[in-house]
């Protein structure tokens, strides 16, 4: 451990700018969307339909609503920062979901081998046969709109990524002296994998966790696009955007900033992602 | 090798009954889709004369087992709105899905091979930063965005192209370059790491180190090798390009199988989703399948290896 920490450190002295900044950019947008109910200077329901479709402040607008308005007169940033909230909820919530699902059936294919494997690593082609979007939209459509069903759905975006990853990292480290001793020593399956193989492997894992991180956003904001996602009241980004669809041509801000708060931070994330994997892990392509 | 293509051959058969299986299930098992189907004031005997219909009253085994049946026998039954055959609405959208994914492939190969060649070759300088930072650029813009921006630009600022619709080449340059992007930006990820492990193997070193011209040593040993996982990444992509042209066909109202898949899904169209759901499976399957017979052909250690995986 104590030689991953000083290989972290030494990374950290050479971080390059762009990380700087998308790790400033992550840090900034967890700030505001936590402290939303401080920060935000309306309520993202909250409607004024005198002051509909108010220009961004430097377009012809002004100081009172620093992004503008839609077509209900609701402020555009704190819309923004709310929608941001539900979005990255559901983008981390998922996430953490299909990793742990993911590498506990990695985990257990490693472990029994054989039938149980075949029977896994099938479903894992399965599910890497069919586009996540197809399925999460023929799913959602017939279940009906649930907070908890959606997050569910893009949470198993990419487990079997994790699975596949996490069983042959499990294979390569049962093989390795550490693994073979404690065998021979007579320690408990729970104990090796979990106190042993576990550490060593979480590293990779963290990677492609971080790595798949901006596929989960997309997938939110295109099923919320389509409609088919975070229902109104509620908002997130990707059901901002699409409302704002009808306006292109009067009111273009009512699309494009959420769509640039989606892409600054997918951006960020796969770029501190690919910075991860070619410092610290090199077997995770 | 016949009995390592059988064995794929198999898998593949099965992956496809399970395909089948479980898109039976979530779809039936989820909800009653006559419900879903009518509003609240329809009266109760007209929702059971639908049921009655459609075979939605019989217990579950028996109508899986007519499920398979029927599909095994080519009937995917007909769509509820208009009680045209599925399989046709769906095929009628199938040359508007080619020529937008045909147009996206050649734009992708275009770009994309060419930049993660030369960002191999110029490993670690600025051209391999640029074309890497362009390459994530590509990947972590969502394609609703790219295709918006596109259309405020070019449609409504310059008005050059049409925004939406389908018929004219111009009609299709907006939504070929926002799915090209995406896919451009991935592939010269892909060329570049191929390209890059191909560079550090002895043979090519022993080919620089007889002086042979380096564009040589390119040509001839670098790209055939390095050209394998490339086709491999392209196969993968075939599927997954009619899922992604889902919210793009949505944005530039394409009439492709991407759109038709968002209305039928809005429309709760059981018949013409699963028609979709097996299209797109069996595409991605079928590839699968020939770049697993591919591989073995080319490559005996898989064939004879055991784990292809």
Redesign the interface.
């Known amino acids: 451990m104590t030689m991953s920490v000083t290989r972290i450190a030494a990374a950290r002295r050479r971080m390059p700018l762009t990380i700087l900044l998308a790790c400033g950019f992550l840090v900034v947008l967890l700030v505001v969307t936590l402290g939303a109910d401080w920060i935000a200077p309306y309520g993202y329901a909250e409607q004024d339909l005198l002051a509909r479709m108010r220009p961004p402040l430097l377009f012809g607008g002004d100081w009172d609503h620093v992004l503008g308005t839609d077509n209900l007169g609701r402020d555009i940033l704190s819309r923004l920062i709310y929608g941001a909230r539900v979005s990255i909820l559901i983008a981390v919530c998922g996430t953490l979901l299909g990793a742990l699902f993911g590498t506990a059936l990695g985990f257990t294919a490693a472990h029994f081998r054989g039938w149980t494997e075949e029977v896994l690593m099938m479903l894992v082609d399965l599910q890497a046969a069919i586009p996540n979007l197809i399925l999460a939209l023929a799913v959602l459509a017939f279940l009906g709109n649930n907070l908890v069903v959606f997050i569910v759905l893009v949470g198993l975006d990419g487990w079997e990524r994790y699975a596949r990853l996490a069983r042959g990292l499990v294979l390569t480290a049962k093989e390795s002296g550490y693994v073979q001793s404690m065998m021979m020593a007579g320690a408990s399956a729970p104990r090796i994998y979990l106190g042993q193989i576990l550490p060593n492997v979480a590293g990779a894992l963290v990677v492609q966790l971080t790595l798949n991180f901006p596929g989960t956003i997309i997938l939110e904001t295109a099923l919320s696009f389509l409609g088919l996602g975070v229902q109104p009241p509620l908002t997130s980004l990707g059901q901002m955007l699409g409302q704002g669809r009808a306006y292109l041509l009067n009111a273009w801000w009512i699309s494009v900033f959420p769509g640039l708060a989606v892409f600054a931070t997918t951006m960020s994330v796969c770029l501190i992602g690919d910075w991860l994997r070619d410092r610290l892990d090199a077997s995770v392509r | 090798m016949t009995r390592f293509v059988l064995i794929k051959l198999g898998?593949a058969l099965?992956?496809i009954f399970?395909?089948i299986t479980?898109?039976f299930f979530?779809?039936r098992l989820?909800?009653d889709?006559v419900d879903?189907m009518f509003s609240d004031e329809v009266p109760e005997t007209v929702k059971a004369e639908f049921r009655e219909r459609l075979g939605l009253n019989r217990p579950l085994p028996e109508q899986y087992a007519k499920f398979v049946l029927s599909i095994f026998s080519g009937n995917f039954g007909t769509s509820l709105l208009d009680g045209k055959d599925a399989l046709l609405v769906v095929a009628e959208r199938i040359p508007a899905t080619l020529l937008l994914g045909g147009a996206v492939f050649i734009l992708a190969l275009m770009i994309g091979v060419p930049a993660g060649v030369i960002a191999a070759v110029h490993r670690g300088r600025g051209t391999d930063r640029l074309v890497?930072g362009g390459a994530?650029?590509g990947?972590?813009?969502?394609n609703?965005?790219l295709g918006?921006?596109l259309?405020?630009f070019f449609s409504?600022q310059l008005r050059l192209l049409p925004s939406s619709g389908y018929g004219s080449f111009a009609h299709l340059v907006l939504p070929a370059i926002t799915l090209g992007t995406a896919m451009a930006g991935k592939l010269a990820r892909f060329v570049r790491?191929s390209v890059l492990e191909v560079l550090g193997n002895p043979y090519v070193q022993a080919a620089r180190g007889m002086l042979l011209p380096s564009r040589r040593v390119l040509f001839r040993h670098v790209f055939p090798n390095a050209a394998i996982p490339v086709i491999t990444f392209l196969g993968f992509e075939l599927?997954?390009l009619?899922?992604?042209a889902?919210?793009t066909e949505?944005?530039f109202g394409w009439p492709g199988v991407g759109r038709l898949?968002?209305l039928s899904?809005?429309r709760?169209d059981l018949a013409v989703?699963q028609v979709?759901?097996f299209l797109?499976?069996g595409t991605?399957?079928l590839a699968?399948l020939l770049v697993d017979v591919a591989y073995g052909w080319l490559d005996p250690r898989i064939r004879y290896g055991g784990d292809a995986?």
């Open positions: 898998r099965i992956t399970l395909c479980i898109c979530v779809l989820t909800g889709p879903m890497m994530v650029f990947y972590a813009m969502p609703f965005f918006i921006l259309i405020l409504m790491t599927g997954l009619i899922g992604g889902v919210v949505s944005v898949l968002t899904v809005a709760r989703v979709i759901i797109i499976a991605m399957i699968n995986r």
